[in-house]
Protein backbone atom coordinates (compact mmCIF):
# COMPACT_ATOMS: atom_id res chain seq x y z
CA UNK A 1 0.00 0.00 0.00
CA UNK A 2 1.93 3.29 -1.24
CA UNK A 3 1.55 5.84 2.58
CA UNK A 4 1.39 9.33 2.22
CA UNK A 5 2.07 11.80 5.20
CA UNK A 6 -0.04 14.82 5.17
CA UNK A 7 -0.80 15.19 8.47
CA UNK A 8 0.40 18.70 9.73
CA UNK A 9 -0.82 19.92 13.35
CA UNK A 10 -0.55 23.37 11.56
CA UNK A 11 -0.67 25.09 8.28
CA UNK A 12 2.76 25.33 6.78
CA UNK A 13 1.38 28.39 4.83
CA UNK A 14 -1.05 30.84 6.12
CA UNK A 15 -4.77 30.41 4.79
CA UNK A 16 -6.25 31.83 1.56
CA UNK A 17 -7.52 35.96 3.25
CA UNK A 18 -5.48 35.98 5.98
CA UNK A 19 -4.59 39.79 6.43
CA UNK A 20 -2.87 39.54 10.28
CA UNK A 21 -0.11 37.02 11.89
CA UNK A 22 -1.03 35.01 14.74
CA UNK A 23 -0.43 37.24 17.49
CA UNK A 24 -3.07 39.95 15.73
CA UNK A 25 -0.77 42.80 15.03
CA UNK A 26 -2.41 45.36 13.21
CA UNK A 27 -0.56 47.68 11.04
CA UNK A 28 -0.78 51.00 13.15
CA UNK A 29 2.06 52.13 15.48
CA UNK A 30 0.94 53.25 18.78
CA UNK A 31 1.32 57.47 16.91
CA UNK A 32 -1.39 56.70 14.74
CA UNK A 33 1.29 56.37 11.63
CA UNK A 34 1.15 53.24 9.28
CA UNK A 35 3.79 50.58 10.84
CA UNK A 36 5.83 49.80 7.61
CA UNK A 37 7.11 46.50 8.62
CA UNK A 38 3.55 45.10 9.86
CA UNK A 39 2.12 46.16 6.68
CA UNK A 40 4.89 44.04 4.81
CA UNK A 41 4.27 41.51 7.26
CA UNK A 42 0.71 41.42 6.04
CA UNK A 43 0.85 41.39 2.24
CA UNK A 44 3.84 38.86 2.28
CA UNK A 45 1.01 36.62 4.05
CA UNK A 46 -1.44 37.95 1.11
CA UNK A 47 1.06 36.84 -1.31
CA UNK A 48 2.21 33.72 0.53
CA UNK A 49 -1.48 32.59 0.74
CA UNK A 50 -1.68 32.97 -3.19
CA UNK A 51 1.26 31.07 -3.65
CA UNK A 52 3.50 33.74 -4.83
CA UNK A 53 6.56 33.01 -2.79
CA UNK A 54 9.03 35.13 -5.02
CA UNK A 55 7.02 38.68 -3.77
CA UNK A 56 6.24 36.72 -0.12
CA UNK A 57 9.69 36.48 0.26
CA UNK A 58 10.89 40.38 -0.46
CA UNK A 59 8.05 40.98 1.72
CA UNK A 60 9.30 39.30 4.42
CA UNK A 61 12.71 40.67 4.01
CA UNK A 62 11.32 44.09 4.53
CA UNK A 63 10.28 43.59 8.07
CA UNK A 64 12.56 45.23 10.82
CA UNK A 65 14.43 42.85 13.22
CA UNK A 66 12.68 45.59 15.76
CA UNK A 67 9.58 44.43 14.36
CA UNK A 68 6.66 42.36 16.71
CA UNK A 69 6.27 40.60 13.41
CA UNK A 70 10.08 40.01 12.79
CA UNK A 71 10.46 36.28 14.19
CA UNK A 72 6.85 35.45 12.32
CA UNK A 73 7.82 36.55 9.39
CA UNK A 74 11.08 34.97 9.62
CA UNK A 75 9.36 31.25 10.35
CA UNK A 76 7.06 32.04 7.09
CA UNK A 77 10.15 33.03 4.89
CA UNK A 78 11.57 29.62 5.73
CA UNK A 79 8.59 27.59 4.75
CA UNK A 80 8.73 30.46 1.04
CA UNK A 81 11.69 29.39 0.39
CA UNK A 82 11.46 25.57 0.96
CA UNK A 83 8.39 26.19 -1.38
CA UNK A 84 11.32 27.63 -3.85
CA UNK A 85 13.66 25.14 -3.40
CA UNK A 86 16.06 26.68 -1.31
CA UNK A 87 15.82 24.13 1.49
CA UNK A 88 18.71 24.93 3.04
CA UNK A 89 18.49 28.28 3.56
CA UNK A 90 14.71 27.45 4.50
CA UNK A 91 16.05 25.17 7.25
CA UNK A 92 18.35 26.85 8.32
CA UNK A 93 15.89 29.46 9.11
CA UNK A 94 13.19 28.00 10.41
CA UNK A 95 15.22 26.57 13.30
CA UNK A 96 16.32 30.18 13.78
CA UNK A 97 12.57 31.18 14.18
CA UNK A 98 11.74 28.17 16.38
CA UNK A 99 15.25 28.70 18.65
CA UNK A 100 13.81 31.94 18.85
CA UNK A 101 10.46 31.45 20.79
CA UNK A 102 10.66 28.13 22.17
CA UNK A 103 7.47 27.73 23.01
CA UNK A 104 5.61 27.57 19.31
CA UNK A 105 5.26 23.51 18.46
CA UNK A 106 3.47 24.78 15.85
CA UNK A 107 6.88 26.23 14.20
CA UNK A 108 8.66 23.41 15.31
CA UNK A 109 5.83 21.14 13.72
CA UNK A 110 6.31 23.18 10.41
CA UNK A 111 10.37 22.36 10.54
CA UNK A 112 9.43 18.84 11.09
CA UNK A 113 7.35 18.26 8.43
CA UNK A 114 9.83 20.54 5.85
CA UNK A 115 12.65 17.88 6.90
CA UNK A 116 10.10 15.35 6.11
CA UNK A 117 10.22 16.75 2.53
CA UNK A 118 13.37 17.17 2.04
CA UNK A 119 14.52 13.32 3.70
CA UNK A 120 15.88 14.32 6.35
CA UNK A 121 14.00 11.62 8.70
CA UNK A 122 16.25 11.87 11.29
CA UNK A 123 16.50 16.19 12.19
CA UNK A 124 12.93 15.50 12.19
CA UNK A 125 12.20 12.94 14.45
CA UNK A 126 14.41 15.09 16.49
CA UNK A 127 12.25 17.63 16.07
CA UNK A 128 8.98 16.24 16.99
CA UNK A 129 10.32 14.17 20.04
CA UNK A 130 11.00 18.13 21.47
CA UNK A 131 7.51 19.37 20.27
CA UNK A 132 5.67 16.44 22.15
CA UNK A 133 7.66 16.49 25.25
CA UNK A 134 6.47 20.37 25.10
CA UNK A 135 3.09 19.74 24.29
CA UNK A 136 2.30 15.75 24.55
CA UNK A 137 -1.23 16.28 24.43
CA UNK A 138 -1.27 17.19 20.80
CA UNK A 139 -2.33 14.05 19.18
CA UNK A 140 -1.01 15.09 15.49
CA UNK A 141 2.31 15.95 16.70
CA UNK A 142 2.29 12.11 17.09
CA UNK A 143 1.03 11.33 14.19
CA UNK A 144 3.83 13.12 12.59
CA UNK A 145 6.14 11.79 14.67
CA UNK A 146 4.63 8.26 14.22
CA UNK A 147 4.90 8.72 10.47
CA UNK A 148 8.52 9.65 10.13
CA UNK A 149 9.71 6.70 12.25
CA UNK A 150 7.36 4.92 9.49
CA UNK A 151 9.68 5.97 6.87
CA UNK A 152 12.54 4.82 8.33
CA UNK A 153 11.19 1.40 8.98
CA UNK A 154 10.70 1.52 13.09
CA UNK A 155 7.78 -0.30 13.29
CA UNK A 156 7.55 -0.41 17.07
CA UNK A 157 8.39 3.58 17.23
CA UNK A 158 5.95 4.48 14.85
CA UNK A 159 3.07 1.96 16.06
CA UNK A 160 3.54 3.23 19.77
CA UNK A 161 2.92 7.51 17.94
CA UNK A 162 0.61 6.29 16.21
CA UNK A 163 -1.12 4.61 19.11
CA UNK A 164 -0.65 7.58 21.24
CA UNK A 165 -2.81 9.87 18.63
CA UNK A 166 -5.74 7.28 18.75
CA UNK A 167 -5.58 7.60 22.77
CA UNK A 168 -5.61 11.11 22.78
CA UNK A 169 -8.10 11.24 20.09
CA UNK A 170 -10.03 8.33 19.48
CA UNK A 171 -11.83 9.82 16.46
CA UNK A 172 -8.67 10.56 14.36
CA UNK A 173 -9.37 8.81 11.33
CA UNK A 174 -5.49 9.96 9.43
CA UNK A 175 -4.14 8.28 12.73
CA UNK A 176 -6.41 4.91 12.47
CA UNK A 177 -5.43 4.92 8.63
CA UNK A 178 -1.78 5.51 9.09
CA UNK A 179 -1.86 2.53 11.46
CA UNK A 180 -3.35 -0.07 9.86
CA UNK A 181 -1.18 0.92 6.38
CA UNK A 182 1.42 0.33 8.83
CA UNK A 183 0.27 -3.09 9.62
CA UNK A 184 -0.70 -4.20 6.01
CA UNK A 185 2.72 -3.11 5.05
CA UNK A 186 4.40 -5.33 8.19
CA UNK A 187 2.36 -8.27 6.96
CA UNK A 188 -0.15 -8.11 9.83
CA UNK A 189 -3.46 -8.14 8.11
CA UNK A 190 -5.87 -8.71 10.83
CA UNK A 191 -4.20 -5.77 12.75
CA UNK A 192 -4.74 -3.95 9.48
CA UNK A 193 -8.29 -4.60 8.84
CA UNK A 194 -9.38 -3.84 12.83
CA UNK A 195 -7.60 -0.89 12.69
CA UNK A 196 -9.25 0.12 9.24
CA UNK A 197 -12.17 -0.82 11.08
CA UNK A 198 -11.55 1.17 13.97
CA UNK A 199 -11.49 4.54 11.86
CA UNK A 200 -14.36 3.73 10.33
CA UNK A 201 -16.60 3.10 12.38
CA UNK A 202 -15.60 7.10 13.84
CA UNK A 203 -15.68 8.73 10.42
CA UNK A 204 -18.89 11.00 9.80
CA UNK A 205 -21.63 9.29 8.65
CA UNK A 206 -22.53 10.61 5.58
CA UNK A 207 -18.72 9.38 4.10
CA UNK A 208 -19.76 5.76 5.32
CA UNK A 209 -22.11 3.58 3.53
CA UNK A 210 -24.33 1.19 5.98
CA UNK A 211 -23.31 -1.89 4.37
CA UNK A 212 -19.61 -1.20 5.34
CA UNK A 213 -20.17 0.25 8.27
CA UNK A 214 -22.64 -2.90 9.52
CA UNK A 215 -19.36 -5.21 8.51
CA UNK A 216 -17.12 -2.90 10.48
CA UNK A 217 -18.43 -3.28 13.56
CA UNK A 218 -19.17 -7.06 12.47
CA UNK A 219 -15.19 -7.30 12.28
CA UNK A 220 -15.01 -5.32 15.47
CA UNK A 221 -17.05 -8.00 17.25
CA UNK A 222 -19.47 -5.32 18.08
CA UNK A 223 -22.99 -7.58 16.63
CA UNK A 224 -25.03 -5.28 18.57
CA UNK A 225 -23.77 -2.27 16.66
CA UNK A 226 -24.07 -4.12 13.62
CA UNK A 227 -27.68 -5.74 13.91
CA UNK A 228 -28.14 -1.29 14.83
CA UNK A 229 -26.77 -0.47 11.66
CA UNK A 230 -28.67 -3.10 9.35
CA UNK A 231 -32.05 -2.54 11.85
CA UNK A 232 -32.06 1.06 10.19
CA UNK A 233 -31.43 0.21 6.50
CA UNK A 234 -33.75 -2.34 6.60
CA UNK A 235 -36.31 -0.06 7.86
CA UNK A 236 -35.36 2.63 5.41
CA UNK A 237 -34.50 0.48 2.42
CA UNK A 238 -37.56 -2.34 3.07
CA UNK A 239 -37.27 -4.15 -0.22
CA UNK A 240 -33.82 -4.34 0.11
CA UNK A 241 -32.83 -8.04 0.55
CA UNK A 242 -29.52 -7.22 2.08
CA UNK A 243 -30.09 -5.35 5.15
CA UNK A 244 -32.74 -7.90 5.68
CA UNK A 245 -30.61 -10.82 5.85
CA UNK A 246 -27.47 -9.13 7.64
CA UNK A 247 -29.80 -8.17 10.17
CA UNK A 248 -31.08 -11.56 10.89
CA UNK A 249 -27.11 -12.63 10.66
CA UNK A 250 -26.42 -10.33 13.85
CA UNK A 251 -29.37 -9.43 15.68
CA UNK A 252 -29.20 -10.83 19.27
CA UNK A 253 -32.11 -14.08 19.28
CA UNK A 254 -33.51 -14.25 22.85
CA UNK A 255 -35.17 -18.01 23.85
CA UNK A 256 -37.09 -19.63 20.78
CA UNK A 257 -36.90 -17.08 17.89
CA UNK A 258 -36.61 -18.50 14.73
CA UNK A 259 -33.71 -17.95 12.13
CA UNK A 260 -34.24 -17.96 8.26
CA UNK A 261 -34.31 -21.16 6.85
CA UNK A 262 -32.13 -20.03 4.35
CA UNK A 263 -30.89 -16.92 2.53
CA UNK A 264 -33.68 -15.46 0.14
CA UNK A 265 -33.34 -15.68 -3.41
CA UNK A 266 -33.29 -11.92 -4.12
CA UNK A 267 -30.26 -11.63 -1.08
CA UNK A 268 -28.00 -14.33 -3.06
CA UNK A 269 -29.01 -12.75 -6.85
CA UNK A 270 -28.36 -9.05 -5.63
CA UNK A 271 -25.41 -9.43 -3.57
CA UNK A 272 -23.97 -11.91 -6.18
CA UNK A 273 -24.69 -9.81 -9.12
CA UNK A 274 -22.93 -6.96 -7.27
CA UNK A 275 -19.77 -8.61 -7.25
CA UNK A 276 -19.09 -11.34 -9.75
CA UNK A 277 -16.37 -9.26 -11.29
CA UNK A 278 -14.48 -9.70 -8.09
CA UNK A 279 -15.69 -12.63 -6.62
CA UNK A 280 -12.87 -15.19 -7.27
CA UNK A 281 -10.25 -12.26 -6.15
CA UNK A 282 -12.41 -12.36 -2.65
CA UNK A 283 -12.27 -15.79 -2.64
CA UNK A 284 -8.32 -15.98 -3.18
CA UNK A 285 -8.24 -13.30 -0.54
CA UNK A 286 -10.29 -15.41 2.06
CA UNK A 287 -7.76 -18.38 1.05
CA UNK A 288 -10.97 -20.29 -0.36
CA UNK A 289 -9.93 -23.65 -0.59
CA UNK A 290 -12.81 -25.49 -1.90
CA UNK A 291 -11.26 -25.94 -5.41
CA UNK A 292 -8.18 -27.20 -4.05
CA UNK A 293 -10.30 -29.74 -1.74
CA UNK A 294 -12.55 -31.07 -4.62
CA UNK A 295 -9.44 -31.58 -6.87
CA UNK A 296 -7.92 -33.76 -4.27
CA UNK A 297 -11.29 -35.77 -3.96
CA UNK A 298 -11.97 -36.33 -7.47
CA UNK A 299 -8.62 -37.26 -8.17
CA UNK A 300 -8.88 -40.09 -5.54
CA UNK A 301 -12.43 -41.44 -5.78
CA UNK A 302 -12.98 -41.14 -9.91
CA UNK A 303 -10.96 -41.56 -13.28
CA UNK A 304 -10.60 -38.95 -15.48
CA UNK A 305 -12.26 -39.68 -18.40
CA UNK A 306 -14.93 -41.72 -16.90
CA UNK A 307 -17.42 -39.71 -19.13
CA UNK A 308 -19.91 -38.85 -15.99
CA UNK A 309 -22.96 -36.62 -16.70
CA UNK A 310 -22.26 -33.77 -14.06
CA UNK A 311 -24.15 -31.06 -12.40
CA UNK A 312 -21.94 -27.80 -11.13
CA UNK A 313 -25.51 -27.07 -8.43
CA UNK A 314 -24.47 -23.53 -7.76
CA UNK A 315 -21.62 -22.90 -10.34
CA UNK A 316 -21.18 -19.09 -9.67
CA UNK A 317 -18.38 -17.76 -11.88
CA UNK A 318 -17.56 -21.76 -13.15
CA UNK A 319 -14.45 -21.91 -10.54
CA UNK A 320 -14.75 -25.62 -9.95
CA UNK A 321 -15.47 -26.68 -13.82
CA UNK A 322 -11.68 -26.79 -14.70
CA UNK A 323 -11.70 -29.66 -11.87
CA UNK A 324 -14.76 -31.64 -13.04
CA UNK A 325 -14.28 -31.08 -16.66
CA UNK A 326 -11.89 -33.83 -16.99
CA UNK A 327 -14.02 -37.11 -15.43
CA UNK A 328 -17.36 -35.71 -17.44
CA UNK A 329 -18.64 -35.95 -20.98
CA UNK A 330 -21.34 -33.30 -20.43
CA UNK A 331 -21.64 -30.40 -17.55
CA UNK A 332 -24.30 -28.25 -16.85
CA UNK A 333 -24.20 -25.47 -14.29
CA UNK A 334 -27.13 -23.99 -12.59
CA UNK A 335 -27.03 -21.00 -10.37
CA UNK A 336 -29.38 -17.74 -9.52
CA UNK A 337 -26.85 -14.86 -10.12
CA UNK A 338 -27.13 -13.74 -13.87
CA UNK A 339 -23.55 -12.29 -14.04
CA UNK A 340 -22.04 -14.93 -12.33
CA UNK A 341 -23.21 -17.59 -15.20
CA UNK A 342 -22.02 -14.60 -17.77
CA UNK A 343 -18.25 -15.18 -16.46
CA UNK A 344 -18.86 -19.41 -16.28
CA UNK A 345 -19.90 -19.02 -19.46
CA UNK A 346 -16.64 -17.72 -21.16
CA UNK A 347 -15.08 -20.96 -19.43
CA UNK A 348 -16.52 -22.66 -22.21
CA UNK A 349 -16.48 -25.90 -20.39
CA UNK A 350 -20.04 -26.07 -19.58
CA UNK A 351 -22.44 -27.60 -22.16
CA UNK A 352 -24.98 -25.38 -20.76
CA UNK A 353 -25.83 -22.62 -18.45
CA UNK A 354 -29.14 -22.37 -16.26
CA UNK A 355 -29.93 -19.16 -14.47
CA UNK A 356 -32.29 -20.68 -11.85
CA UNK A 357 -32.77 -21.67 -7.88
CA UNK A 358 -30.89 -25.01 -7.40
CA UNK A 359 -34.31 -26.84 -6.11
CA UNK A 360 -36.37 -25.11 -8.86
CA UNK A 361 -34.25 -26.40 -11.10
CA UNK A 362 -33.82 -30.20 -10.02
CA UNK A 363 -37.58 -30.22 -9.85
CA UNK A 364 -37.90 -30.20 -13.49
CA UNK A 365 -34.51 -32.33 -14.32
CA UNK A 366 -35.59 -35.25 -16.45
CA UNK A 367 -32.30 -37.46 -16.57
CA UNK A 368 -30.53 -38.14 -13.67
CA UNK A 369 -27.10 -37.54 -13.04
CA UNK A 370 -23.85 -39.60 -12.07
CA UNK A 371 -22.35 -36.77 -9.98
CA UNK A 372 -24.01 -33.56 -8.70
CA UNK A 373 -21.04 -31.48 -7.24
CA UNK A 374 -22.25 -28.43 -4.92
CA UNK A 375 -19.66 -26.72 -3.69
CA UNK A 376 -19.60 -23.70 -1.50
CA UNK A 377 -23.25 -23.23 -2.07
CA UNK A 378 -24.89 -24.80 0.95
CA UNK A 379 -23.92 -22.42 3.54
CA UNK A 380 -26.78 -20.18 2.08
CA UNK A 381 -29.05 -22.39 3.48
CA UNK A 382 -29.88 -23.52 6.36
CA UNK A 383 -32.47 -26.26 6.62
CA UNK A 384 -31.07 -28.57 3.97
CA UNK A 385 -33.66 -31.63 4.34
CA UNK A 386 -36.05 -30.73 0.77
CA UNK A 387 -32.35 -29.69 -1.13
CA UNK A 388 -31.23 -33.50 0.17
CA UNK A 389 -34.09 -35.00 -0.86
CA UNK A 390 -34.14 -33.28 -4.59
CA UNK A 391 -30.39 -34.15 -5.14
CA UNK A 392 -31.71 -37.83 -4.56
CA UNK A 393 -34.18 -38.09 -6.83
CA UNK A 394 -31.72 -36.66 -9.51
CA UNK A 395 -28.99 -38.71 -9.25
CA UNK A 396 -28.89 -42.18 -10.52
CA UNK A 397 -28.76 -45.35 -8.33
CA UNK A 398 -24.72 -45.55 -7.39
CA UNK A 399 -24.58 -42.16 -8.24
CA UNK A 400 -22.52 -39.32 -6.35
CA UNK A 401 -22.86 -36.28 -4.03
CA UNK A 402 -19.83 -34.08 -3.48
CA UNK A 403 -20.65 -31.13 -1.37
CA UNK A 404 -19.37 -28.45 1.36
CA UNK A 405 -20.55 -26.74 3.90
CA UNK A 406 -19.45 -25.15 7.12
CA UNK A 407 -19.38 -27.00 10.62
CA UNK A 408 -20.84 -25.23 13.75
CA UNK A 409 -20.66 -26.77 17.55
CA UNK A 410 -23.19 -29.19 18.31
CA UNK A 411 -26.31 -27.59 20.29
CA UNK A 412 -30.11 -28.28 20.13
CA UNK A 413 -30.14 -26.42 16.77
CA UNK A 414 -29.48 -28.33 13.55
CA UNK A 415 -27.73 -24.80 12.02
CA UNK A 416 -27.20 -21.40 12.70
CA UNK A 417 -26.93 -18.55 10.70
CA UNK A 418 -23.53 -16.51 11.54
CA UNK A 419 -22.61 -13.25 11.74
CA UNK A 420 -20.93 -13.64 8.59
CA UNK A 421 -24.13 -13.44 7.04
CA UNK A 422 -23.68 -17.44 6.08
CA UNK A 423 -24.78 -20.62 7.53
CA UNK A 424 -23.04 -23.54 9.16
CA UNK A 425 -24.39 -26.81 10.32
CA UNK A 426 -23.90 -29.45 13.01
CA UNK A 427 -22.39 -32.89 11.78
CA UNK A 428 -24.65 -34.66 13.02
CA UNK A 429 -27.50 -32.82 11.14
CA UNK A 430 -25.53 -33.42 7.31
CA UNK A 431 -25.15 -37.19 8.97
CA UNK A 432 -28.99 -37.59 9.69
CA UNK A 433 -30.36 -35.82 6.57
CA UNK A 434 -27.89 -38.26 4.37
CA UNK A 435 -29.34 -40.94 5.85
CA UNK A 436 -33.13 -39.87 5.42
CA UNK A 437 -32.21 -38.82 2.03
CA UNK A 438 -31.03 -42.07 1.00
CA UNK A 439 -27.55 -41.59 0.89
CA UNK A 440 -24.31 -43.91 2.26
CA UNK A 441 -22.08 -40.98 3.47
CA UNK A 442 -18.19 -42.06 1.65
CA UNK A 443 -16.25 -39.63 2.72
CA UNK A 444 -16.47 -37.20 5.77
CA UNK A 445 -13.12 -34.86 5.62
CA UNK A 446 -13.35 -31.71 8.01
CA UNK A 447 -11.37 -29.52 7.19
CA UNK A 448 -10.42 -25.67 6.76
CA UNK A 449 -12.65 -24.52 4.06
CA UNK A 450 -11.55 -20.49 4.16
CA UNK A 451 -9.66 -17.83 6.39
CA UNK A 452 -11.48 -15.04 7.33
CA UNK A 453 -10.03 -12.13 9.36
CA UNK A 454 -7.26 -14.64 9.95
CA UNK A 455 -9.07 -17.65 11.57
CA UNK A 456 -9.81 -20.86 10.20
CA UNK A 457 -13.51 -21.17 8.97
CA UNK A 458 -14.49 -24.86 10.08
CA UNK A 459 -15.91 -27.02 7.50
CA UNK A 460 -16.61 -30.46 5.80
CA UNK A 461 -16.28 -31.71 2.46
CA UNK A 462 -18.22 -34.98 1.64
CA UNK A 463 -18.86 -37.43 -0.58
CA UNK A 464 -21.97 -39.60 -0.82
CA UNK A 465 -23.49 -41.96 -2.76
CA UNK A 466 -26.89 -42.69 -3.25
CA UNK A 467 -28.09 -46.20 -2.39
Same mark, same amino acid.
Given at each position: #??????????? &????????? &???????????????? &?????? /???????????????????????????????????????????????????? +???????????????????????????????????????????????????????? !????????????????????? &????????????? /??? #???????? =?????????? @????????????????????????? +???????????????????? $? !????????????????????????????????????? !???????? %?? $???????????????????????????????? %????????? %????? /?????? @?????? @?????????????????? #????? =?????????????????????????? @???????????????????????????? %???????? !??????????????????????????
Amino acid at each position: #MSQTYTSPLYT &SQPAAGLLV &SHNDQTTTADDGTIDS &SLLAFE /RALQRHAEGDYVSAVELYGDISPNSPAFHEGQHFLGIALHHLGQHEQAVKIL +RASVAATGDRVDWANNLGNILNAQGRFDEAIEVFAKAVAKAPSQALLWINLGATHD !RLVQFKQAEQAYQTAITLEPH &SQEAYRLLSALYE /RHQ #MQIEAVRT =YCSGYIVAPR @ESTTPYLLGKAYYVLGRLEEAAEVY +RQWKEAEPDNPIPAHLYAAC $A !RRDGEETIPERCSEDYVNVTFDEYADHFEGKLSQLDY !RGPALLEQ %MM $AESFTQGAGLHVLDAGCGTGLCAPILRPYAAS %MIGVDLSGS %MLDIA /RQRGLY @EALHKA @EIGTFLSHIQTPYDLIAC #MDTLI =YFGAIDQLFAQFAATIKPNGFLIFTT @EVCEEGTKPYQLNPSGRYSHTTAYLHSV %MEQCGFDC !RIFNLQTLRTELQAPVRGVIVLAQRR
